[in-house]
């Protein structure tokens, strides 16, 4: 196909137009434009002034003629990559998958396709119960464990803003697989070409059940509210499973468990080697959603409809130390994503609108193994749950999150109001001293960082702007260790993948993971 690259449209001209501006380009007449479609799209706000930018694929007759006479450099030849095929699993043992976020349930879908009629096992609920779990914590503080934001079919970011961007190399076309299974499964076409695509909370509920019943139909089988405690293994390969529910059988076993499946890493920490791993802690910071969409847009804001903006921004302290934006969710809500007793948690979800009345973002500084403490595989564990506590108790010990105005948070004084921005964190929060949650070298990090921000998003560091406690969870505190040829542990026969086993971060890269496992199940690699 030839790909063109940079056409500009302002917000008030029609994608219809894309046509004419294609054939104007290429130089030819309609009738020999076989079909054209849109790979991307994304938004240029320099110099206060909209463009969207998009590039196109085209099929035209006569190509490489065609091609011959172009001298446009945003104009060339690009191959397209090959559907994702499935081979045909040979296994006696129907392979078990553990998890079923999206690493899990992209494993399921490709071994699925090959005839594996994979088990998938899920500590927590199917989406629909689960959903009900979050709300009564949300609007009680009713803490259920094993059901909640970081348990359950979907994975944690099944209540997020739904972000399906990745920065890995995707040469082989994973990722657009991914992207095309999330449309047939309900997903809006516009992912499969934003440049920024996002599904929001409440439409990948919807995707995520889809997807589980095409798993079905290729003969997977869900079992929910089954939780993996112990693995057994004969002549030192796995053999079966123990769960809460019973003994299941395989000698293919698919560990894609999430980044706070604490427990789980301390039963495999017996049988598998395992490492503490660098992560980032921190805070969720919110701010106006229309001051946010002013600073990245400028005056020409209230002329278009545009998305609400968003942002990404990193700053290396004088410390030593890296500071950075995480989880952008515009227009969305800050949110209690615990699974522990005696823990504060937070996270960010964005529904598909993005119209809430603020927007947020995780603010986050780098922590290493040096930082934990312990000289155990799972000290970064012990360090995220110290955190987790010490906001519950600042927070009051009711699952309310402790809270500051930025002013208060960069002088070291509890705040007694708030200012023009409300919270939206749920359950409900109290006026702290967040200085009393993180480690000094945190705090520092943070009051640097947000003022080099200020600098860059005008309001970004302003006094009422509200500082949520505390951030631990943005990726996994181990590495579960594997032969990366083989994506295998140390113990033959179990299979290591995803987020919280330390090899990927968010919802594409993660399902991406969860197919290339399954290929080299499919294809034998390893056995």
Known sequence: MIR??????????????LEKIICDLLNIKAENLVSWHICKKS????????????????????????????KNKNIHEIQIPLDIQSGHYRHEKRPIIVGSGPTGIFCALTLAKSGARPLILERGK?????????????KEGLLNTESNIQFGEGGAGTFSDGKLNTLIRDKEGRGKFVLQEMVKAGAPKEILYLNKPHIGT????????NLRNTIESYGGEFSFSDKVIQIESNQNVISSVITTKGKYYSDVVIFAIGHSARDTFHMLNQHIKIIPKPFSVGVRIEHPRKMIDF????????????????????HHCSNGRSVYTFCMCPGGIVTGASSEEKGIVTNGMSYYARDGENSNSAVLVSVTPNDFGLDHPLSGVAFQRSLEHKA??????????????YKDFKNGKPSTEFGEIRPTYQPGVTLSNLHNCLPDYVVNSLIEGIEVFG???????????????VETRSSSPVRLQRDESSMMSNLPGLYVAGEGS?????????????????????????K
């Open 392 to 405: 519950y108790l600042v927070g009051g010990e009711n699952y309310n999150a402790p809270v500051q105005l």
């Open 502 to 526: 330390g090899y990927a971060g968010g919802i594409v890269s993660s399902a991406i993971e969860g197919i290339k496992v399954a290929e080299i199940i499919i294809g034998g690699v390893g």
């Open 455 to 469: 600098r860059k998003i005008k309001g970004f560091d302003r006094g009422d702007a509200i500082i949520t406690g």
């Open 126 to 138: 199917k989406i629909e119960d689960r959903i009900t779990d979050v709300d009564i914590f949300w």
């Open 43 to 70: 938004i240029d706000a320099r110099k206060n002034e909209i463009f969207y930018v998009y590039s196109v694929n085209v099929k035209v007759k006569d190509q490489k003629k065609l091609l011959s006479k172009i």
């Open 295 to 314: 600073s990245q847009y400028g005056s020409t804001v209230d002329r278009y409809n545009l998305p609400s903006a968003d942002y990404k921004m990193v």
């Open 4 to 17: 063109i690259n940079q056409i500009k449209l302002n917000p008030n001209q029609n994608e219809t137009s």
């Open 202 to 209: 409440d439409r990948l509920r919807a995707v995520i059940i």
